[in-house]
């Protein structure tokens, strides 16, 4: 029998071994794509996905980084790391905690929490701030704002913002200052001249400052100058 012959057995299995050593010699040699790869299905690499100089997800026209748009996304199961900078044109999210080891640095407005409920704790021992500014808290509340040792709310200092009272060592302030407990003044001098001043002035004509006090069989007391070189003298009453 010829091997030349058009139906040789010889010829069929010569064409069968070219063909799988042109197979063989594309899926080990073949290590370079020259036009477009598109799937309809997944695509699993078995080793690492190495990128020289950047990859797309979706239809952007920007190739020089992984771009995420609305008609494609960016899934990492599991751990992803990014050694440069990572842009976010939309929302950065976590279902989890973020955790950032070294500096962070945000520009714009900055909100913490979308509820009352929500809680911000900073394990700092000192907060700076960097510019002269002012920090707002609500208006026209009783609670305003307080500091307190506990969410027991056992107030150390309260702002009442719907009465324009502070409150120290009370929750609800009945005065502009009110101290819930003893006060003290003291002033400490490094010539020993100056001495502890506590000041009343009053904008009336008929009394000067005064100074109301509780009396201990209950009641009110107070304390004022009618004009300079008078010895203030304790009336009961109040000063209002």
């Not at 042109?22 to 190495?50: E, K, P, R, W, Y």
């Not at 996304?73 to 990014?82: K, N, R, T």
């Not at 040792?149 to 009945?174: E, K, Q």
Request: include cysteine.
């Amino acid at each position: 029998m010829s091997f030349n012959k058009r139906n040789s057995p010889y010829r069929f299995f010569a064409a069968v071994l070219t063909g799988a050593l042109l197979a063989a010699s594309v899926s080990v040699f073949a290590t370079t794509i020259g036009s477009d790869v598109s799937s309809t299905a997944t695509v699993s690499v078995g080793t690492d996905l190495t990128v020289a100089s950047g990859a797309r997800v979706g239809t952007g026209s920007t190739p020089d980084h992984i771009t995420a748009l609305a008609d494609g996304s960016f899934y990492a199961q599991g751990q992803s790391e990014q050694d440069g900078i990572a842009w976010y044109d939309a929302s950065l999210r976590a279902s989890s905690t973020l955790l950032v080891t070294g500096n962070a640095l945000f520009y714009g407005n900055l909100t913490f929490g979308d509820a009352a409920a929500d809680t911000v704790t900073i394990n700092a021992s000192s907060i700076t701030l960097g510019s002269v500014g002012s920090t707002t808290i609500p208006s026209s509340s009783a609670v305003s704002w307080a500091f307190a040792t506990s969410s027991a709310r056992t107030d150390m200092l309260h702002f009442d913002t719907a009465n324009t009272f502070v409150g120290i060592g009370t929750s609800s302030p009945a005065a502009a200052l009110d101290i819930g407990g003893d006060g003290s003044l003291a002033v400490t001098a490094a010539t020993g001249t100056v001495t502890s001043t506590i000041r009343v002035t009053s904008r009336g004509t008929s009394r000067g400052g005064c100074i109301e006090v509780g009396l201990a069989g209950g009641g009110t007391g107070y304390f004022y100058a009618t004009t300079t070189g008078v010895a203030m003298v304790l009336y009961a009453g109040t000063c209002r």
